[in-house]
């Protein structure tokens, strides 16, 4: 099974750690000011680039375990990895380099005999630092 998109070590695979939704979010820096004629403004580049992902594993039935693992570990470790997705006729887009900035994981309705969630919920917070 290919991965839809990889994060450093962690592959994001439909069996497996599978990802429910992707969203972008960047700002241009436009400073303004007014003028006698009007507004002013100011081209000063490009601020912050972020992405958020939520992703979703059954661990009992798909595993995923292994991925988030590699997650916890980059976030961790504050380590820039390639942030890869999986394009046309599988070839994929290198989005550039990002930084793990948060990570936050739910567990819903334990095994009763392990302790472990039968639903596992994660969002990644991805910060691009190139």
Same mark, same amino acid.
């Given at each position: 099974?290919?991965?839809?998109?990889?994060?450093?070590?962690?592959?994001?695979?439909?069996?497996?750690?599978?990802?429910?939704?992707?969203?972008?979010?960047?700002?241009?820096?436009?400073?303004?000011?007014?003028?006698?004629? &009007? @507004? #002013?403004?100011?081209l000063?580049?490009?601020?912050?680039?972020?992405?958020? !992902?939520? %992703? *979703?594993? =059954?661990?009992?039935?798909?595993? &995923? @375990? #292994?991925?988030?693992?590699?997650?916890?570990?980059?976030?961790?470790?504050? !380590?820039? %990895? *390639?942030? =890869?997705?999986?394009?046309?006729?599988?070839?994929?887009?290198?989005?550039?380099?990002?930084?793990?900035?948060?990570?936050y994981?739910?567990?819903?309705?334990?095994?009763?005999f392990?302790?472990?969630?039968?639903?596992?919920?994660?969002?990644?917070?991805?910060?691009?630092?190139?």
């Open positions: 099974m290919s991965s839809l998109v990889s994060i450093g070590a962690a592959q994001l695979k439909v069996i497996g750690l599978n990802p429910q939704n992707v969203s972008l979010s960047s700002e241009a820096r436009v400073p303004g000011r007014a003028t006698y004629t &009007g @507004m #002013d403004y100011q000063t580049g490009i601020g912050e680039r972020s992405a958020r !992902l939520e %992703v *979703l594993t =059954l661990p009992f039935v798909f595993g &995923g @375990m #292994d991925a988030l693992g590699w997650l916890q570990a980059q976030h961790l470790s504050q !380590l820039p %990895v *390639l942030y =890869l997705r999986l394009g046309a006729n599988l070839a994929a887009d290198n989005l550039g380099l990002v930084v793990i900035r948060e990570l994981i739910d567990e819903d309705r334990f095994h009763p392990t302790g472990r969630g039968r639903t596992l919920n994660a969002e990644v917070g991805l910060l691009f630092v190139v």
